[in-house]
DNA sequence: AAGACGTGGTT
DNA sequence: TAACCAAGTCT
């Protein structure tokens, strides 16, 4: 097997245009590594980048946060969406102190068994942290190797086992460049090759591109969103949990009441959070972050 | 295996 | 402006 006939190009390109992004720094640690490949999940890098610092300061190791209770987890995640990453990365924190001697497995099989690390997130920590070789499938190198690869604007809404296939095969053999590899077909994804515009002018690929040698056909398929949101329940929860995160007291049920209007729907919400345990019912008939 | 799950910026 | 998009995971 020999190195794949992009490699060259997306690593030099990567080389000269690769942003500066502290979790890929030399000392960056796998925990560190780990947060911010958490965070990152559905959420923008500019929005990632000051609550990762916050967070590696606050809890610079796996047995700081582990230390700290869940609730405080989910106050710091604040805004960032999704507060169950919050909770499963305390948890990931609880199981690498108690199990792991409070260091991150380098292990992708063990890593896949944390909560919140599914198939991206255990190859990204086990490539970026520890250097292995790991095919990297995310949003990003999705769409690139849509392109380039199979000639077509957009890949499949869920990810099919060609794709992984194709990626996999297209993984330099050598471990260190591999996982270089990764890196710089995702950031060649994020800021040349991207959803909307893509930037075909700056691509070092663009010469071996099945979609531009077909002249770059539009997307053809199904339509491809989902849900607006407004109104939705996420936007119920949203409200009842961003009371509990703002208060340093457990709240009344009132202070609930008045962020949603509809009951059954809040009702609704409100269990789901119970249910997810971002929220515990106190005995007194408050509600708080779970301690 | 389709759908739930937050939030905010861009087009 | 409504829709789309952002380093996915879990059920």
Not at 156 to 177: D, G, I
Not at 239 to 266: N, T
């Amino acid at each position: 097997m020999s190195d794949n006939p992009y490699s060259t190009a997306v690593l030099a390109w990567y080389e000269a245009n690769a942003r500066d992004l502290p979790w890929r720094a030399p000392g960056a640690s796998p925990w560190s590594i780990l947060v911010s490949e958490i965070m990152l999940q559905q959420t923008p890098v500019v929005r990632v980048l000051p609550a990762w610092r916050a967070w590696m300061e606050r809890w610079p190791t796996p047995a700081h946060l582990a230390e700290d209770s869940p609730g405080e987890a989910v106050r710091m995640w604040n805004r960032l969406g999704y507060p169950r990453r919050a909770l499963r990365l305390h948890a990931c924190a609880t199981a690498i102190t108690g199990e792991h001697g409070g260091v991150v497995p380098d292990d992708h099989a063990t890593l896949l068994s944390l909560p919140g690390v599914g198939a991206y997130t255990a190859a990204a920590v086990a490539s970026f942290a520890f250097g292995q070789r790991h095919a990297i499938l995310d949003t990003n190198v999705r769409r690139v190797l849509a392109r380039a690869e199979t000639g077509v604007e957009y890949p499949p809404k869920t990810q099919t086992k060609a794709e992984v296939t194709l990626a996999e095969s297209l993984l330099p053999p050598e471990p260190s460049v591999a996982a270089r590899w990764g890196v710089a077909v995702m950031e060649l994804g994020a800021l040349v090759c991207t959803a909307r515009s893509p930037a075909c002018a700056d691509c070092p690929i663009a010469v071996q591109c099945a979609w531009t040698a077909a002249g770059r056909p539009a997307y053809s398929g199904p339509p491809r969103r989902g849900q607006t949101y407004a109104g939705t329940d996420r936007q119920a929860r949203g409200r009842l949990l961003a009371v509990l995160r703002d208060s340093a007291e457990p709240v009344a049920k009132p202070a609930l009441d008045a962020v949603w209007d509809d009951g059954v729907q809040r009702e609704r919400a409100l269990d789901g959070l119970v249910a997810d345990g971002l929220v515990d019912p106190l005995e007194d008939g408050r509600y708080a972050l779970p301690s």
